[in-house]
């Protein structure tokens, strides 16, 4: 009965209600230069990035994605709110729309009844496996909105040729124009390498629409970064930094990106049952990587803080042949406040304080559906200012 009920909704109910959108708004990606960014990684730094390229052109843009959608609770919206993103960029006389597309999106639905000019591929790793049913799901609906897009036949396509699940992307694309990118294609002083190929698809991106590369370097140097995504709260005299990185690839790279640095890591893993392989992975990530870690409540749902913590737990010990000792250098703290004060109390000078799992994300997520106001940010400074204070 579940089996049928999820093949109707999905067959019919979701398409239906995006044909529903696009009608009472009047297709109006027909009237507007439409970009989809989809991947694992790097989607949200690479809209704002294209986004900040074209408005440095002077055009209008309107803009979809996780940092412009937290009040939302989703990435990307659903195609009402989206029609209607698109309808106001008409009527504000905007010539461009850049939309984040991710895999749930595109099971329902959402980026149909759209015309994309231009679909980005950023990277491809391990993520919403179990919700997709395994990771070959996960890549098949980020695949199939490269093949919708491939219906429109003026559209382009800009491929991350280092990824190596690039070439079902370039099959999807096959008969149309193609943009291969890579890391070394665009310099940017954003920390990271994954940085690099987030600069290098919106510089191909923004070839593909015709804006000159000189402009286009120009914008991405001046671009001041994403709220949440490697944001220095604090340089010195330790650093402080806060980051989405809620998958093993995203955490391995920020960390990564400070070589020689000693590092106190800050995270948790989201509970409600998602995603459960990832959480002794990330813990063993973090054993490899940082000097010190404390481990914290990152959305737990309906799940315990402690049994996440827990399975966390099970992966950071496991390395370095029992170096790591809880209160000597880790520790569980449940509070995610009281985590971040215990972190930044550890600091020492030219230390790296790395706050991950929330990003830009302005809540947290409890049992019953419970929300409580959250900025890993707004703690940081907090404390920063009073650090003996309680909160």
């Known amino acids: 009965m579940m089996a049928a009920y999820v093949f109707l909704r999905d067959r019919f109910y979701h398409p ?31 809209v704002e990035l294209l986004a900040h390229i074209l408005e440095a052109a002077g055009k209008g843009v309107a803009v979809s994605s996780s940092v412009r959608n937290e009040g939302r609770g989703t990435t990307m919206p659903r195609c009402f709110v989206i029609q209607r993103l698109l309808r106001r960029a008409v009527s504000q006389g905007h010539g461009y729309a850049v939309i984040e597309v991710t895999s749930q999106g595109v099971l329902q639905s959402r980026h149909r009844f759209i015309r994309f000019a231009v679909a980005v591929f950023t990277n491809l790793a391990p993520e919403h496996v179990e919700a997709h049913g ?15 897009a491939a219906k429109n036949p003026r559209a382009l396509f800009v491929i991350n040729k280092d990824d190596e699940n690039a070439s079902y992307f370039v099959r999807a694309a096959e008969g149309h124009t193609t943009i291969m990118f890579g890391r070394e294609d665009a310099p940017t002083s954003l920390y990271g390498d994954f940085n690099g190929y987030n600069a290098g698809a919106a510089l191909a991106a923004a070839s593909a629409l015709g804006i000159p590369r000189e402009g286009a370097l120009r ?40 070589p020689g640095r000693r590092i106190i890591g800050v995270f948790g ?20 990587m940082c000097d010190e870690v404390i481990l914290t409540d990152d959305d737990s749902y309906d799940e315990s803080t402690e049994s996440i913590m827990a399975a966390i737990e ?42 991950t799992g929330k990003g830009g994300d ?20 907090e404390i920063l200012r009073n650090p003996k204070a309680e909160r």
């Not at 230069?33 to 690479?46: A, E």
């Not at 302005?362 to 400074?381: C, E, F, N, T, Y």
Request: overall charge positive.
């Open 16 to 46: 239906a209600m995006a044909l529903v959108a696009a009608i009472v708004y009047g297709f109006p990606s027909r009237r507007l230069t439409v970009i989809g960014v989809t991947g694992t990684k790097g989607k949200s730094t690479t």
């Open 134 to 148: 395994g990771f070959e799901n996960y890549r098949a609906a980020k695949v199939s909105f490269f093949r919708y």
């Open 219 to 258: 914008a991405i140097a001046s671009f001041p970064g994403v709220r949440g995504r490697m944001e220095v709260i604090r340089k010195e005299p330790f650093e402080v930094v806060v980051d989405y990185a809620v998958t093993p690839d995203s955490l391995r790279a920020a960390y990564g990106a400070f």
């Open 269 to 288: 893993c989201t509970g409600g049952g998602r995603d459960v392989w990832k959480r002794p992975v990330m813990g063993g990530i973090a054993g490899e």
């Open 314 to 355: 099970r992966g950071l010990v496991a390395t370095k042949a029992g170096a790591w000792k809880e209160g000597a250098n880790y520790r569980k703290i449940a509070d995610r406040g009281e985590a971040i004060r215990a972190a930044l109390s550890l600091a020492r000078p030219h230390d790296v304080v790395m706050i």
């Open 362 to 381: 302005r809540w947290l997520r409890m049992a019953h559906g419970r929300k409580i106001p959250w900025s890993d940010q707004d703690v940081v400074r």
